[in-house]
């Protein structure tokens, strides 16, 4: 039987959790602070510009890509058959991960971000090559990677181990592009082009493969059955690597970028329908047949319900790439809901799902409480319909408004529209919706408080002689 060296799963998953919390603390600060009582905390290292690029990046970098290349190093190895080819080259990794992104991401407030959005990690801070040591632990997980897959006991290849190939090919393109190649362009449109081709494939050619990687592994093990489609899985993957790089130019549209990129932008995202069905569908149709585990496991509601935000997150993307919709959604908190409900509602759901197989399995040991599991998906659920709704009805009506200027055919009555109806008239508009934003992330961060503490009884709290041990009690690897 093989074993399986399971360290540096935990040096990236155990601190992911804690950052979680963490970056989530910091988005409910900001929902306060800035939103609803503005600036009630002031100071030259608390405002909006130095304390929003800790939030992304502490919940984009130190959480769900830190959670996800944990996952896969849990579950690579176990689909291979073979332990992890080089379990001290992954502690090393996750050791300069860790070093370069804590620093990078903690020292926004002392305006070391370089302004484009998810790539603020500076280059250098004093004497330290942040973004060259983010560098050197990516390949050294790439190199990993490869070696386990390349040197595999088990000849055929599971969909999450295509989708995780994609990933580190996809990942260090993107990241590239993003973080190195946007210092070459000459300024201008060139620049943003290239920051928004990150910025999108952050979420699709980054997340996206590695959270379905993620739910095609988990969702099996959990409901103990097999995946429903092979062949659905295939069609989704390839669909996703040859449709989603050529999206990013979508919230460029109405803007001085040439009308032919904006077009063939609009006609790709039409496209993610086909990869979108073929997922939603595979993972449902997997658990059609015993829908009474759904009710049973917080885990498979967390993959389930994430499967519903995925297909509501690909229907908004390609409707508000129409440039009529665009018109309205464009720049307002719309967007910023669409954002969430892709990296919160979905890929952090998925996530959350591995987290609940894969730590009982490491530790040996039963969860230590099913219904702290359940109280935290409530919370969860409810908090993110109130979140997400709050900035998708904000954000559409803030749209309509700020829409109203253009109406007349004049100068005269565009100026008459400016004078009815002022900005500031629409930041006191959208304040309701701000503060049902902000109750959403409180009811969010206390359910994952809650995940915070049943995942630390689990792992430190001895099992008690009375529960089933892990293999009577479910299918663990």
């Known amino acids: 039987m093989t074993t399986y060296d399971d360290r540096a799963v935990k040096l990236f998953i155990y601190p992911a959790i804690l950052f979680m919390v963490i970056g989530m603390t910091v988005g409910v600060f900001m929902a306060f602070n800035t939103f609803v009582f503005p600036d009630y905390f002031s100071g030259e290292y608390i405002h909006f510009g130095r304390v929003r690029p800790v939030h992304v990046s502490t919940v984009t970098l130190l959480w769900l890509l830190s959670v996800n290349i944990g ?170 690597a040859f449709i989603y790089a050529w999206i990013g130019t979508h919230h460029q549209i109405h803007g001085p970028m040439s009308q032919w990129l904006q077009t063939t932008s609009i006609v790709f995202s039409l496209w993610l329908f086909i990869p979108v069905w073929t997922v939603v569908y595979n993972l449902f149709a997997t658990l059609q047949k015993d829908w009474s585990k759904y009710l049973q496991s917080a885990p498979i509601r967390f993959l389930m319900m994430g499967n519903i935000f995925y297909l509501i997150t690909c229907i908004q993307g390609p ?25 919160y509602g979905t890929f952090t759901f998925f996530a959350i799902a591995g987290i609940y197989q894969a730590i009982p ?22 908090g993110s319909v109130l979140f997400l709704f709050s900035l998708w009805v904000g954000g559409f009506l803030q749209g309509l408004m700020w829409a109203n200027w253009a109406n007349g055919s004049s100068y005269a009555e565009f100026h008459s529209n400016l004078t009815h109806m002022p900005f500031v008239q629409t930041v006191a508009e959208t304040r309701i919706w701000w503060i049902l934003r902000a109750i959403g992330g409180v009811i969010i961060l206390l359910g994952n408080i809650l995940f915070v503490i049943n995942m630390y009884n689990t792992i430190v709290l001895k099992q008690p002689a009375t529960q089933e041990t892990p293999q009577k009690a479910g299918a663990y690897l």
């Open 71 to 240: 996952l896969m190093l849990y579950f690579i190895p176990r689909l291979c058959g073979i332990s992890l080819w080089s379990p001290r080259l992954a502690l090393w990794a996750g050791a300069i991960w860790w070093f370069s992104l804590i620093i990078g991401s903690n020292s926004f407030p002392w305006g070391t971000n370089w302004g484009w959005e998810y790539a603020e990690l500076p280059m250098w801070i004093s004497w330290i090559p942040i973004k060259f040591l983010f560098a050197v632990s990516w390949i050294m997980l790439v190199v990993n990677f490869f070696m386990t897959i390349f040197n595999r006991r088990f000849e055929k290849l599971y969909v999450s181990l295509w989708y995780s190939m994609g990933t580190l090919i996809w990942t260090t393109f993107t990241v590239l592009v993003g973080n190195f190649m946007i210092v070459w362009l000459p300024e201008g449109m060139s620049r943003v082009n290239a920051s928004w081709f990150y910025v999108h494939n952050l979420v699709g050619l980054i997340y996206t493969p590695m959270g379905l990687a993620t739910a095609y592994y988990f969702l099996p093990k959990l409901a103990n059955t097999p995946i429903y489609s092979h062949r659905l899985s295939m069609i989704g993957f390839w669909s996703i």
């Open 319 to 343: 409707l508000m790439a129409l440039r009529n919709v665009n018109e309205i959604t464009s720049k307002t908190d719309w967007v910023i809901g669409h954002a969430h409900i892709s990296l």
């Open 361 to 382: 399995a490491m530790t040996n040991k039963p969860l230590w409480s099913s219904k702290l599991a359940d109280w935290h998906f409530a919370l969860n659920l409810w």
